[in-house]
């Protein structure tokens, strides 16, 4: 197969407005690999950047991080990779180096940069990446399915940083797609009770569906419903997969005295909530950050979905074609019926 040398692309010219362009096919340097890109999801950080709260000083950027495809070129130092393997990719690219790189760490790489956030990414027919940042894709799990693997990479990567153990109980504010994620994960670890709050009738029956013990949809009813199901105390472990400030600041009030908090969902850059440090202190609690799966968070990631470890079919439903991207974009943000979208590219 040769590849072309321009590509259609779905560029992000300015918040809110999207071009549908032809630009040139990415130039390969000798340690990456070239994909042709199959699907590429849309997701809460894509909201961001296309509302211009997020990589706005990077545009016009080609979107788009949550990608499978088939490697279809590869770089003169690339010897290992077969033209037409079944691929998604970590898109955490650091220096490899530093002292972050080395503990896993790259968000904190001063280098780093994520494909599709920060450089061009898979709303375009082809896009570019390091080989070994490769994931592949068995032979036996959809190319739409490996679309999904980045973010269920971040939730590998947040129950490792929550500790979260067999028997614990878990709340979890906010029940969109990286709450049912969460929801899953819980469960896969042996959380139990899992309390759910989510407003939206159709994602609180989503989560229900997922194997929530308690949903709330009243918030007026949460405090009582988790002191019901956790015996009085508060939950071991809190998930404010949401980001607004007045979640985090309720999400105190809900942990137990020693448990957790993990603050997941991204709020705006200039939010701010606050706790009360008498409580947090005698209490010991803590409060633990985590935001993307990167290194073997993937491949685990992979191995729990091409396995069956989580339910994905419903992430899969909703599919525009590229063409489409701005329909697809406004669509997502205002159809709070929709739980995801994936863009067919090829």
């Known amino acids: 197969m040769t590849t072309p040398a321009t590509m259609q692309a779905a560029v992000l010219v300015a918040p809110g407005r999207f071009e549908l362009r032809q630009v040139p096919v990415p130039t390969l340097a000798p340690n990456e690999v070239l994909i042709k890109v199959s699907r590429c999801g849309l997701c809460g950080t894509d909201i961001h950047i296309y509302q211009g709260h997020y990589s706005a000083d990077k545009l016009p950027l080609i979107p788009g991080h949550e990608f499978s495809g088939w490697v279809v070129e590869t770089g003169s130092d690339v010897d290992d990779?077969?033209?037409?393997?079944?691929?998604?990719?970590?898109?955490?690219?650091?220096?490899?180096?530093?002292?972050?790189c080395r503990k896993n760490e790259i968000l904190?790489?001063?280098?780093?940069?994520?494909?599709?956030?920060?450089?061009?990414?898979?709303l375009a027919e082809y896009v570019k990446?390091?080989?070994?940042?490769?994931?592949?894709?068995?032979?036996?799990?959809?190319?739409?399915?490996?679309?999904?693997?980045e973010p269920v990479s971040c939730i590998v990567r947040a129950v490792k940083k929550s500790r979260l153990r067999l028997g614990e109980s878990v709340l979890i504010l906010?029940?969109?797609?990286?709450?049912?994620?969460?929801?899953?994960?819980?469960?896969?670890?042996?959380?139990?009770?899992?309390?759910?709050?989510?407003p939206n009738p159709g994602r609180a029956a989503w989560a229900s569906r997922s194997g929530a013990d308690v949903v709330v949809s009243d918030?007026?009813?949460?405090?009582?419903?988790?002191?019901e199901a956790t015996?009085?105390?508060?939950?071991?472990?809190?998930?404010?997969?949401?980001?607004?400030?007045?979640?985090?600041?309720?999400?105190?009030?809900?942990?137990?005295?020693g448990g957790r908090?993990?603050?997941?969902?991204?709020?705006?850059?200039?939010?701010?909530?606050?706790?009360?440090?008498?409580?947090?202190?005698?209490?010991?609690?803590?409060?633990?950050?985590?935001?993307?799966?990167?290194?073997d968070d993937m491949h685990e990631a992979m191995t729990l979905v091409a396995h069956d470890r989580v339910r994905l079919e419903e992430?899969?439903?909703?599919?525009?074609?590229?063409?489409?991207?701005?329909?697809?974009?406004?669509?997502?943000?205002?159809?709070?019926?929709?739980?995801?979208?994936?863009?067919?590219?090829?």
């Open 219 to 227: 918030p007026e009813q949460l405090q009582a419903a988790v002191m």
């Open 261 to 295: 908090v993990l603050a997941f969902g991204l709020a705006d850059q200039e939010a701010q909530a606050r706790y009360h440090p008498f409580k947090v202190v005698l209490g010991e609690i803590g409060l633990q950050g985590s935001v993307a799966g990167m290194g």
């Open 315 to 346: 992430f899969a439903q909703v599919v525009y074609p590229l063409a489409d991207i701005s329909r697809a974009m406004e669509a997502f943000v205002s159809d709070k019926s929709i739980n995801k979208v994936q863009i067919a590219v090829a």
């Open 231 to 257: 015996g009085g105390r508060g939950a071991d472990l809190v998930i404010e997969s949401v980001g607004l400030p007045a979640l985090y600041e309720q999400a105190f009030d809900l942990v137990r005295p």
């Open 174 to 198: 906010g029940a969109g797609p990286i709450g049912n994620l969460h929801l899953q994960l819980a469960r896969a670890v042996g959380a139990a009770p899992i309390i759910v709050s989510e």
């Open 108 to 122: 904190n790489c001063r280098t780093m940069a994520q494909i599709g956030i920060h450089v061009n990414g898979g």
């Open 129 to 149: 990446v390091p080989v070994s940042h490769l994931v592949r894709i068995p032979p036996r799990t959809p190319i739409e399915m490996g679309a999904l693997v």
């Open 81 to 100: 990779v077969e033209i037409g393997t079944a691929v998604t990719a970590d898109i955490n690219v650091g220096c490899g180096r530093c002292f972050y």
